[in-house]
């Protein structure tokens, strides 16, 4: 179990600095803080890129989907990898190889030989990159801090995530201005260099590997089994699916939409955009502190009534401080929540297939995504913006209504491992009950 495993440096001490006190973490956190900074940098370069060498929004979206594609469809791969060789392994092994495809790219975007076909492609290795280290990384955090630092770490990380998201794209709006977006990617690559360097340090006594060696299909099936025996997982990520699906889908296309045609332009977007990332800050600081008997059914329901003003506000397209307000409220409201659910997956399902159950995680909730990005367009033509923005709204309190109602997700309780669903459990469970 959780609690059975060998902690990372001092993580037994109780300190207002929490796990920062862990010189594990700290590396960790230094190794994260540089890394999705980077990685918040390449979005808007590699936009800019795009339209720079051929003008063409299809193009973008090619070269965009050309890393989302292998993200999805390796994520599986990288949990079984990440449970085999030991997650801070694999974290190292993507950040070079992330490393590489982006230095590649930046360097032909500099040179002038960059071409769409050569995007394409490092646009892939960096998606499989990506695929393989998010599961690693969930499964890393409990090996270096103690249980009971487990929402304070995961707090941490997300501060750096959200912050970043704040921070980068006016960094790389600067770079690309000034230096051109080639550079800035090569800033993207550069960070995974470093971070790879710094996860080089943790120590592997520390981390362990599984020496078992089982046929691929065999730890698949066993990810699988620990996601379909634990009701609270499996309805989560029905529920999470369902809301990246409906609420991001639909905010990321008509919120810029309706900015253009009702709020004044794009400065109306970015104020909008700036505030839920600012919102996302905040929310990641309070998971910190605030400790709710019931995570999941506090997450859950945050995050889902939560976001649901700012759907209907952009629906009614109401003055842009009043979304801004609204979208700082639903920025903290999954700032908060996305702590809860990582602390509650952690301390919820054994280490030894906890990335695998991460990788089923992040592939379903991201699977979706695709068809939403392209049926809201066409949805949008048909029934019109505000129609679109409030029918989301109603799936949205629909969807949370339906995961709070799961007796399964208000039995998971702080700092207590969440319950098996005997009906669905191994044989070997139930025997030995």
């Given at each position: ?240 699916s369902t809301f990246q699906l409906v609420y991001l889908s639909s905010f990321s296309v008509l919120g810029p939409w309706v900015a253009k045609h009702s709020l004044g332009g794009a400065p109306a977007w970015a104020a909008i955009s700036a505030s839920g990332a600012a919102g996302a800050v905040i929310g990641s600081l309070a998971a910190y502190r605030v400790r709710p008997s019931r995570p999941l ?24 401080a009043a979304i801004c307000a609204a979208e700082v409220f639903a920025g903290a409201a999954i700032g908060l929540s996305s702590a809860l659910w990582e602390t509650s997956l952690q301390r919820g399902v054994p280490t030894e297939s906890l990335s695998r159950v991460a990788s089923y995680d992040t592939m379903g909730s991201i699977a979706l995504r695709p068809i939403g990005l392209a049926l809201v ?57």
């Amino acid at each position: 179990m959780l609690d059975e495993l060998p902690l990372g440096n001092d993580s037994s001490a109780v300190t207002r600095f929490g796990p920062l006190r862990g010189r594990d973490f700290r590396i960790l956190f230094a190794a994260e803080c540089v890394s999705v900074l980077g990685d918040a940098l390449w979005p808007v370069a590699l936009a800019f890129a795009v339209l720079d060498l051929t003008g063409s929004a299809s193009d973008l979206g090619l070269v965009l989907l050309a890393n989302l594609v292998p993200r999805i469809a390796f994520m599986l791969a990288g949990g079984v990898w990440a449970d085999r060789l030991s997650p801070q392994r694999l974290m190292v092994l993507s950040h070079f190889a992330r490393f590489a495809s982006q230095g590649a790219q930046g360097y032909l975007l500099v040179s002038g030989h960059a071409s769409i076909g050569t995007l394409v492609a490092l646009q892939v290795a960096r998606g499989v990159g990506s695929a393989f280290y998010r599961p690693a990384a969930t499964g890393v955090v409990p090996r270096v801090v103690s249980r009971k630092d487990l929402q304070s770490a995961n707090a941490l990380l997300w501060v750096a995530a959200n912050t970043s998201s704040f921070l980068g794209p006016a960094i790389a709006g600067v770079l690309v201005a000034t230096v051109g977006p080639g550079w800035a990617i090569l800033g993207d690559s550069a960070s995974f260099f470093v971070a790879g360097v710094l996860l080089t340090a943790l120590p592997r006594s520390e981390l362990g590997t599984r020496t078992e060696r089982r046929s691929f299909r065999r730890d698949l099936v066993d990810g699988w089994d620990a996601v379909r025996t634990r009701t609270w997982v499996w309805a989560s990520i029905c529920y999470f699916s369902t809301f990246q699906l409906v609420y991001l889908s639909s905010f990321s296309v008509l919120g810029p939409w309706v900015a253009k045609h009702s709020l004044g332009g794009a400065p109306a977007w970015a104020a909008i955009s700036a505030s839920g990332a600012a919102g996302a800050v905040i929310g990641s600081l309070a998971a910190y502190r605030v400790r709710p008997s019931r995570p999941l059914f506090t997450a859950f329901g945050v995050a889902g009534f939560g976001t649901v003003p700012s759907l209907m506000l952009l629906a009614l397209a109401e003055p842009t401080a009043a979304i801004c307000a609204a979208e700082v409220f639903a920025g903290a409201a999954i700032g908060l929540s996305s702590a809860l659910w990582e602390t509650s997956l952690q301390r919820g399902v054994p280490t030894e297939s906890l990335s695998r159950v991460a990788s089923y995680d992040t592939m379903g909730s991201i699977a979706l995504r695709p068809i939403g990005l392209a049926l809201v367009g066409p949805l949008m033509m048909y029934a019109g913006a505000r129609a679109t923005l409030i029918g989301s709204a109603a799936i949205v309190v629909a969807a949370t209504t339906a995961i709070l109602s799961v007796s399964a997700i208000r039995r998971v309780q702080d700092g207590h491992e969440p319950p098996l669903d005997p009906s669905r459990a191994p044989l070997a469970v139930e025997i030995s009950r």
